[in-house]
């Protein structure tokens, strides 16, 4: 029997049933009435998410359509910018930057920890000049989560934009663009937003928006000057992901109905769980407390068959992410993003322990840390309470 | 009582049950083993209906994506392109060229009319620098079908790339991209092909593929090397629209079902039914005979108020599209493409004919059509036979 998968990669994430039936319903004309009330509504509930009072357009593409749309919109040829790396993520705004012809200078922080803001502030200080710093939220490839408000007090003296990669990290774990000074915030559809894939998400501040006007970088699809003047008609400017638009939307009155400080408690205690069951199990994190993501766990084992591993537990339904880049076959991780609940970490953490032949160790951690979880602050149900 | 719209507007097109059903099965892993084979037999089934032999990749994206990564991958700045433009689409190719700072020659034809391939010839003659010509198989902006084997046959002598959009056509017009020497096809999912928009298929030539490598315009998501480095290891670089991937999957089990051939006359018959149907009501079509699109037609009545009119019949559950561009508040439009059926064209026509109060007339004419086909054919299901 072809069961449904246990989809514990980092995005994309299960999309709920009733978030799936949103997307199928029948196909409607996208310059009708009913799609641009679906857009502008979807775009102003997204606010709540990003907590910004600023500008959010949709793009039909990945994640990286967004990153794309920040460089190719934001920063001239031969503008010097600051990357932040470590992963593979903040690699690739170093790999846009380098295609649209911008200096690039990288700060390189270890794949597996944060970066320090104060040598983001030291850097700035250096090189006043800087047009931007492209920073990654979570970085997916090592399930670290960034300290973004420090990296925004850091840029907060400097000309220099913050741009952010917050593709897996937007609705699962607090994102303050607007308090913590962040220019420029990418998303997509299927991370914490429990959608398929397939809409991209921006959202810029003022400082950003009049950037934009000043850029020559060549750009079309992604030339948000385009969609800006569009959205005043309340209308996409190309033909939009129209499904996806309708998935995102009844996905946000899932995370509206839970409320964003209980969806951030949640990851938090998700984290928590698989980080207990992976000790109980004796297998290394790859990233400390510090730095542990709310969306994504990396373990690094002491085994060497890491793909062997994965392809073992997707047999038995738990389907895994392996490493990226230099990562690649040393690390398998574990989302836990979304539509992700205690029970889908405890499958997870006995699938695993059943493959290492550790039965019931892993849960038993789990479930205590669950448990503990309930004692102070109720149920799931509760906590909203 | 809300009831499923009549979606005759030139896309996106009515999705059918089976499709959308596929495409909100449960979500997968873009990089598992289910995923990979999903993507790579799409994109091999899809060269049955480029009718080609060439590599085709898919995008996360609208049409215009495809649009843009034939510019942005194959014309560096300062080339000369020649431009072929009788409609909002053929304006879109200029824009998109002079966006990525290419010198763009502009070949206009009249709206409502095809251009003329021995214009093409002579141009290429007095311009044999020209590193592409930009063609519009479709303009659905007018409900033109240009003649792309005879611009095929005008630019064989020459070595600039002929690129084409193919959006509004492929899948429900003959197109025999290899046939004809076409180097580039541009299409979406959401238009012949029958699923929700949201991916873009482009597909060229060796000889394309290999200006590729020598283009310099700044290029990341839409960098069809990246695509093509990534196609090897049969994956995608960037999470990709899996449900619209499935969709399209279904979509391809009923055109390769119905047949090709079939699927072609069926929308030749949709067409003169709609054409008929629009004559018997003395509407004056905008396009003759000889331009006429097999999916989507134009009507450029005698009354003023068009948004009117179009309003009118949305109420009755009729979705029609208006015009573009200059032809914006003089025609509207009924697209007739993918999952359409005689019967469709009928209720179409029979909303019309009611709001200009002329019961039954422009019905009769069509059913005439119709009928005159059965006696030559067979119903469509004895077409297959």
């Not at 998700?270 to 407390?289: F, S």
Request: aromatic share 8%.
């Amino acid at each position: 029997m072809a069961f449904d998968q246990q989809l514990r990669i980092p995005g994309p994430t299960p999309v709920p049933h009733r978030v799936a039936a949103a997307g199928a319903q029948p196909m409607i004309n996208h310059r009708g009435p009913v799609f641009k009330q679906l857009m502008i509504t979807v775009l102003e509930r997204l606010k709540n998410v990003f907590q910004t009072k600023n500008t959010i357009l949709a793009l039909t593409g990945s994640g990286t359509a967004a990153m794309e749309a920040s460089v190719a919109n934001l920063i001239n040829p031969h503008d010097e910018v600051l990357v932040l790396a470590g992963g593979v993520f903040g690699q690739r705004w170093a790999k846009i930057c380098r295609a649209f012809q911008s200096q690039v200078h990288v700060l390189e922080y270890p794949w597996g920890e944060g970066v320090d803001p104060q040598q983001v502030a030291d850097f700035l200080r250096r090189h006043p000049q800087t047009a931007a710093v492209f920073a990654t939220h979570n970085e997916s490839s090592t399930g670290v989560l960034n300290d973004l408000a420090g990296i925004g007090a850091a840029a907060a003296d400097f000309d220099a934009l913050l741009i952010v990669d917050a593709v897996s990290s937007l609705g699962g774990a607090d994102l303050k663009m607007d308090q913590w000074g962040i220019d420029v915030v990418c998303t997509a559809s299927q991370k914490c937003l429990m959608a398929p894939p397939g809409l991209a998400f921006i959202s810029f501040s003022q400082r950003a928006e009049q950037r934009m006007m000043e850029v020559s970088s060549p750009r079309f699809y992604l030339d948000l000057r385009i969609y800006m003047e569009w959205l005043a008609k309340h209308e996409p400017p190309f033909t939009p992901n129209i499904a996806c638009f309708r998935a995102v939307a009844e996905a946000l009155s899932m995370i509206e109905a839970e409320g964003l400080e209980q969806v951030f408690a949640r990851h938090l205690l998700l984290r928590d769980m698989i980080r207990a069951g992976l000790r109980a199990l004796n297998l290394p994190l790859l990233v400390d407390e510090k730095w542990a993501s709310p969306t994504v766990t990396a373990v690094k084992p002491d085994f060497s068959d890491i793909g062997g591993f994965v392809a073992d537990l997707r047999a038995c339904g738990v389907e895994l992410a392996g490493g990226q880049g230099p990562l690649s076959g040393k690390i398998f991780r574990i989302g836990h993003m979304g539509y992700a609940s205690p029970l889908d970490m405890l499958v997870t953490l006995a699938a695993i322990e059943s493959k290492l032949g550790c039965y019931g160790r892993a849960a038993a951690a789990a479930e205590q840390v669950w448990s503990e979880a309930q004692q102070a602050h109720g149920t799931l149900a509760e906590w909203r309470a």
